[in-house]
């Protein structure tokens, strides 16, 4: 068995495998905008970077810079080893939805 080789980064490209596992958390000060259905949904510079081996980057915003009334809990939940408990919600803006988007 031989191990595939890793594609070539290009300058400023992260890789997946390079993440490391437990997860880091980073807060960065970048802007991370959510838009759904033509709607600005999030909006924050006060985001945190969640990087684990083999996931591709996840943000995290602060509920406070989310429009909450367009997301509705869900009952479904996932655990994970190192970030606990999480729980979901759906995204709806006039007739769209996004099942256990957020």
Same mark, same amino acid.
């Given at each position: 068995?031989?191990?595939?080789?890793?594609?070539?980064?290009?300058?400023?490209?992260?890789? $997946?495998?390079?993440?490391?596992?437990?997860?880091?958390?980073?807060?960065?000060?970048?802007?991370?905008?959510?838009?759904?259905?033509? $709607?600005?949904?999030?909006?924050?510079?006060?985001?945190?970077?969640? $990087?684990?081996?083999?996931?591709?980057? =996840?943000?995290?915003?602060?509920?406070?810079?989310?429009?909450?009334?367009? $997301?509705?809990?869900?009952?479904?939940?996932? =655990?994970?080893?190192?970030?606990?408990?999480?729980?979901?919600?759906?995204?709806? =803006?006039?007739?769209?939805?996004?099942?256990?988007?957020?």
């Amino acid at each position: 068995m031989t191990a595939e080789p890793r594609a070539k980064l290009e300058p400023g490209q992260e890789s $997946l495998w390079d993440y490391p596992r437990p997860p880091r958390v980073e807060d960065t000060a970048r802007p991370v905008q959510v838009t759904f259905n033509g $709607l600005l949904i999030a909006d924050t510079t006060r985001a945190r970077r969640v $990087l684990e081996t083999s996931h591709p980057p =996840v943000y995290y915003i602060p509920p406070e810079d989310v429009r909450l009334e367009h $997301l509705s809990r869900t009952g479904r939940s996932t =655990v994970c080893e190192f970030k606990g408990r999480a729980g979901y919600y759906t995204v709806t =803006v006039g007739d769209r939805r996004a099942e256990n988007a957020a």
